[in-house]
């Protein structure tokens, strides 16, 4: 694999927003306060459905859904070889569904 792309919700009119933020607190499992819930798992599934699932499918999808937490993110692995249509598609998907996403170095 060779790049990590996180999708989360952003909460709705809060102040500060940071990527950087974001990334650090979902890297100990938890989210900062900025990112409220979504449908994780359909979104997901919606991934899976639009770019395909399995050995051939362009990402490894990650649901991070934990039991208590006010937010809830998916981890997607991806290899460098990935189609910049298939990453400019995800982007639409997510923006069609209010969702955020950054790429991880």
Known sequence: ?????????WRAAWPFRSDT???????????????????????????????GDGEDAPFVIDVCDFTGHRANWIILSSGWSTPDETLKRLMQLCGACGLHIFAAG
């Open 1 to 9: 694999m060779g790049q990590t792309l996180a999708i989360w919700k």
């Open 21 to 51: 933020r974001v990334m650090a607190g979902l890297g100990q499992d938890r989210p900062p306060f900025s990112l409220t819930r979504f449908d994780a798992k359909g979104f997901a599934e919606m991934i899976r459905q639009s770019f």
